[in-house]
Nanobody, 119 residues
Framework: GQLVESGGGLVQPGGSLRLSCAAS????????MSWHRQAAGKERELVAH????????NYAEFVKGRFTISRDNMKNMVYLQMSSLNPDDTAVYYC?????????????WGQGTQVTVSA
């Protein structure tokens, strides 16, 4: 399986970005999807999570009300709409896929996309 993120870039404080993650090589609709981020010198942290059907979403406290995770199981895509960005949101953003079946976990990670929030 493969995950490919896109949509990162440089944005001014207060601005918005939409990240996309394209999945291939596995049954996307079976997998819960998440967005994580890792800032320079810091550990990777969970940003948002969405269940396989898309009916339940969860967010880290530091993005609640600003970020929205969504998915399109017909297109094998997951998105992260980010608004009211601030410099603390600067990080590499990764999407991940996770599924438990047949007595084991299956997990995939993308290569990441850089988001820089700066004036």
């Amino acid at each position: 399986g493969q995950l490919v993120e896109s949509g990162g870039g440089l944005v001014q404080p207060g601005g918005s970005l939409r990240l996309s993650c394209a999945a291939s090589g596995f049954t996307f609709s079976n997998y819960d999807m998440s967005w994580h981020r890792q800032a320079a010198g810091k550990e990777r942290e969970l940003v948002a999570h969405i269940t396989s059907s898309g009916d339940i979403t969860n967010y880290a406290e530091f993005v609640k009300g600003r970020f929205t995770i969504s998915r399109d199981n017909m297109k094998n895509m997951v998105y992260l709409q980010m608004s009211s960005l601030n410099p603390d949101d600067t990080a590499v953003y990764y999407c991940s896929a996770r599924y438990y079946g047949g007595g084991r976990w299956s997990m995939y990670w993308g290569q990441g996309t850089q988001v820089t929030v700066s004036a």
